[in-house]
T-cell receptor, first 115, second 112 residues
Framework: KAGVTQTPRYLIKTRGQQVTLSCSPISGHRSVSWYQQTPGQGLQFLFEYFSETQRNKGNFPGRFSGRQFSNSRSEMNVSTLELGDSALYLC??????????????FGPGTRLTVL | GDSVTQMEGPVTLSEEAFLTINCTYTATGYPSLFWYVQYPGEGLQLLLKATKADDKGSNKGFEATYRKETTSFHLEKGSVQVSDSAVYFCAIRWSGGFKTIFGAGTRLFVKA
């Protein structure tokens, strides 16, 4: 079974630009979560989607948004990039319901650098 | 609020030493508990899990027991190897809660 895939793996943008990151979950998984990882703040929860609906959201500004498609693939968008948005963005997928619903599997991440 | 506290690192050990990484949590309800490991340049890998009180999760020589009375989930390994060098994260997640809370992570260095 293929794992969680994230594209692109590396991205360089300049301040003020916007960026879209993509995540394809494990086949059969209907829940996708996004996390921001930085050396200073650690792993911070952005949001989680299940069956195309956002089910929970972390404490990030409205510049951070996401969506989930009917095939469970998810995208997150960051508009008006700031230097502080430089981070590793991790996506995780899980079944979302039923036994084993809480077990998450992570992708390799997208390394975003904002110049 | 809900939170996870891990012992601060880095932890430096010699090969074959005993490892303990402490993790305590504050949570409403009955979350599942997890340990994840992150190797340089990679995403997180699930190391082990426990879904209810007194459950013991184990994998690759690592163990952790869900202690509800002390709200702890300490990670242990009897004999570490150089290849165990990585960052370890403790986490809690509620089934149907759609949110995971991670600890700050503990970096482990194992010297040959």
């Amino acid at each position: 079974k293929a794992g969680v895939t994230q594209t692109p793996r590396y991205l360089i943008k300049t301040r003020g630009q916007q960026v879209t990151l993509s995540c394809s979950p494990i086949s059969g998984h209907r829940s996708v979560s996004w996390y921001q990882q930085t050396p200073g703040q650690g792993l911070q929860f952005l949001f989680e989607y299940f069956s195309e609906t956002q089910r929970n959201k972390g404490n990030f500004p409205g510049r951070f948004s996401g969506r989930q498609f009917s095939n469970s693939r998810s995208e997150m968008n960051v508009s008006t990039l700031e230097l502080g948005d430089s981070a590793l963005y991790l996506c995780a997928s899980s079944l979302g319901e039923g036994q084993g619903a809480s077990e998450q599997f992570f992708g390799p991440g997208t390394r975003l650098t904002v110049l | 609020g809900d939170s996870v506290t891990q012992m601060e690192g880095p932890v430096t050990l010699s090969e074959e030493a005993f490892l303990t990484i402490n993790c305590t949590y504050t949570a409403t309800g009955y979350p599942s508990l997890f340990w994840y490991v992150q190797y340089p340049g990679e995403g997180l890998q699930l190391l082990l899990k426990a879904t209810k009180a007194d459950d013991k999760g184990s994998n690759k020589g690592f163990e952790a027991t869900y202690r509800k009375e002390t709200t702890s989930f300490h990670l242990e390994k009897g004999s570490v190897q150089v290849s165990d060098s990585a960052v370890y994260f403790c986490a809690i997640r509620w089934s149907g809660g759609f949110k995971t809370i991670f600890g700050a992570g503990t970096r482990l260095f194992v010297k040959a």
